[in-house]
């Protein structure tokens, strides 16, 4: 990732009645919200894998894939449960789940360069079964679907920073989650751009909230805070109206 980018929080070192109104708005909009940029991250980390086998950065640290296989197999997941990985990057976390023993996985993403790196690196370390599809989860056309588990490490915080049609990319997203989940199925996201307070209003809409993983903490101003959010969803069960 770039190490100069802004910071895309809006919610730190703010007044009572400021961080109230921030619950209720989103923050600014990123060149990390736009299609052209991850193309370009991906890109570079998919040339430097070809040159030297470097794999790339891992989005949020390998303690962000690691709080979630350990949620993972205290929950006795089955190894059999269907996994999508929604905005896989470099396959890295397709690769820990491989490695914890799953084994019916597929990943996405709307970066080629993305799916070609991962379909490189699952090759390095023979992982052929593992499916990578070149996809944007805004526009799948109902084609994913019977889900047992859904991860989400970053994409849903990439699509509130995009410029274009913000507020409409974010409905969209909890829409085509819902289509993807099984009934019951389990959503767990990560985001570094919204508090826990924010996603559980966001997801309040055909989820159940499940569990809170712990995360680091920090404290500033006298009151404390998570640089991380990573929570548990539930797939409600769909509803239809009396005739």
């Known amino acids: 990732m770039d190490d100069n980018i802004e910071d895309p929080h ?4 703010i007044s009572d009645q400021e961080e109230d109104n921030c619950l209720q708005n989103d923050f600014k909009t990123s060149k990390l919200g736009t299609k052209d940029y991850w193309e370009s991250v991906y890109q570079k980390e998919l040339e430097t894998f070809k040159d030297i086998g470097d794999v790339g950065e891992i989005w949020f640290g390998e303690e962000s894939m690691s709080r979630v296989l350990h949620w993972m197999d205290k929950s006795k997941i089955p190894e059999n449960a269907a996994i999508l990985d929604i905005g896989t990057g470099n396959a890295a976390f397709l690769i820990e789940l491989a490695r914890h023993g799953y084994r019916n996985l597929m990943g996405i993403d709307y970066s080629p360069a993305s799916v070609e790196l991962a379909r490189n690196v699952l090759q390095a370390e023979d992982l052929t079964d593992v499916i990578v599809k070149e996809m944007d989860f805004l526009n799948c056309q109902g084609e994913l679907k019977d889900f047992d588990i859904c991860i989400d490490k970053g994409t849903f915080d990439a699509i509130s920073l995009n410029p274009e049609k913000t507020e409409e990319g974010k409905e969209l ?6 289509g993807a989940l099984k009934e019951g199925g389990i959503f767990a996201l990560t985001s570094c751009n919204w508090t826990k307070e924010q996603l559980l209003s966001r997801f ?10 712990p995360t680091p903490s920090f404290q500033f101003g006298g009151k404390k805070g998570n640089s991380v959010t990573a929570l548990i969803f539930k797939r409600d069960p769909l509803v239809f109206p009396d005739p």
């Open 173 to 178: 997203y909890v829409q085509t989650l819902r």
């Open 10 to 13: 809006a919610c730190e070192n």
């Open 204 to 213: 309040r809409e055909g989820f159940q909230f499940e569990q809170e993983l």
